[in-house]
């Protein structure tokens, strides 16, 4: 798993033992914020994608549980990737963050915790206002 400055990787403690596996996570632990809202993403399209938005405010962590995908992030001067592919190993999005999320693999699960509530109008869903937002909110 590669890492640079805009890919912050979040390790989740894993228990092991003969009955199998157990990850766990906590607010202000291991997740760098209090949690507001969990959603998760499932029967995922092969070769869908999804995201292609930024947010002003929201913070989230995102772990494939299951399965693997590609995950894309732009802070709007410096672009990178990474294989989410590991079940205890998180990327921290943070907010003025463009992401997309491709190349799912069959059975693939994402969990993404959030530091706040649903909102549209936290959503940048154009790129070429996402960077005029990035270049006025410093
Ligand atoms: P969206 O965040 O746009 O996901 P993606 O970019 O992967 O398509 O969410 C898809 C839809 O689900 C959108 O109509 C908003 C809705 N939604 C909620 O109502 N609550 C939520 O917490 C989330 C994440 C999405």
């Known amino acids: 798993m590669e890492k640079t400055d805009?890919?912050?990787?979040?390790?989740?403690?894993l228990v092991s033992d003969p009955r199998g596996n157990l990850i766990f996570l906590e607010g202000n632990?291991?997740?760098p914020f209090s949690i507001k809202r969990i959603y998760?993403?499932?029967?995922l399209e092969e070769d869908g994608k999804r995201g292609f938005h930024a947010h002003r405010?929201?913070?989230?962590?995102?772990f494939?549980?299951?399965?693997?995908?590609l995950i894309k992030v732009d802070d709007g001067k410096e672009k990178s990737e990474?294989?989410?592919d590991t079940p205890n190993k998180g990327i921290l999005l943070d907010k003025k963050v463009w992401h997309s999320m491709e190349k799912f693999q069959e059975g693939t699960t994402i969990l993404v915790l959030a530091n706040k509530e649903y909102d549209e109008s936290?959503?940048?869903?154009?790129?070429?206002?996402f960077v005029k937002y990035v270049n006025c909110n410093q």
Do not use: E, H, S
């Not at 805009?6 to 403690?13: G, V």
């Not at 405010?57 to 995102?62: A, C, S």
């Open 6 to 13: 805009l890919i912050k990787i979040i390790d989740a403690p």
């Open 29 to 31: 632990k291991q997740i």
């Open 40 to 43: 998760w993403m499932f029967d």
């Open 57 to 62: 405010n929201t913070v989230q962590v995102l």
């Open 64 to 69: 494939c549980t299951a399965g693997k995908c």
């Open 82 to 84: 990474l294989w989410l």
């Open 122 to 129: 936290d959503y940048l869903r154009n790129y070429d206002d």
